[in-house]
């Protein structure tokens, strides 16, 4: 059973436009909830990441929104910039816990100049 | 500052033969990971262990097993290999419970022929 889902496999978005990607979980037990960027040939890096006592987090030209009655988080990226083109994941951890890091299946973004 | 170092790189087996994906990190974590990302299924936590001297299974345990050989170094092995093992592992490290995100190393393209 996914625990962490993302729906959307793939999204195109303009140059200099807004991208958002979203994610969804089913365990309430996750308090920490991260992004991490993927080029090809490489490992993941760490984007952005928030605790389950915000609603927001903003760093630079990326935000993240979580909606816990929801259950639901987004990445929001403005302006999109072609070097923005990766596949993106959500993450979501127990801080309680072990402090395992449970992904989604990924949601490829294609930045179009 | 070498991060997370994951070798061999490449590696082609036969069915049936075994290995070990060595994975070291220099940044004093307490916990590390095992990861494999496969298309569509995004990244799976194989195996995980949250300090020296304790491993714990993750989501897809089955046909691996790990050793966390000190601070440092968590390897993973495959007894028997597969076809169904072809992937790309990831090795990672966090300095969990004290810190927040994962880090990755640069993968390990495995080939089970």
């Known amino acids: 059973d996914q625990q962490v889902k993302q729906n959307s496999p793939s999204l195109s978005v303009q140059e200099g436009r807004i991208s958002i990607l979203n994610c969804d979980y089913t365990?309430?037990?996750?308090?920490?909830f991260l992004w991490y960027k993927k080029y090809p040939a490489e490992g993941p890096t760490f984007l952005i990441s928030?605790?389950?006592?915000?609603d927001k987090n903003e760093d630079g030209r990326f935000t993240v929104f979580l909606n816990k009655s929801a259950k639901h988080l987004s990445l929001h990226i403005v302006p999109s910039q072609p070097g923005d083109s990766a596949v993106y994941f959500c993450?979501?951890?127990?801080?309680?816990?072990?402090?395992?890091?449970?992904f989604g299946t990924g949601t490829r973004l294609k930045v179009l100049a | 500052n070498a991060g997370v170092t994951q070798t061999p790189k490449f590696q082609v087996l036969k069915t049936g033969q075994s290995m070990t994906l060595q994975c070291a990190q220099d940044m004093n974590h307490n916990s590390m990971y095992w990861y494999r990302q496969d298309p569509g299924m995004g990244l799976r936590l194989i195996y995980y262990s949250a300090s020296e001297g304790t491993t714990d299974k993750g989501e897809v345990p089955n046909g691996y097993n790990v050793s966390r050989l000190n601070k440092r170094e968590f390897s993973l092995r495959l007894e028997s290999a597969a076809p169904s093992q072809t992937s790309v592992y990831f090795c990672a490290s966090s300095a969990a419970p004290l810190g927040t995100e994962a880090f990755f190393g640069q993968g390990t393209r495995l080939t089970v022929v």
């Open positions: 993450a979501a951890s127990e801080t309680s816990g072990t402090y395992k890091y449970i």
């Open positions: 928030i605790s389950s006592i915000k």
């Open positions: 365990n309430s037990m996750f308090d920490y």
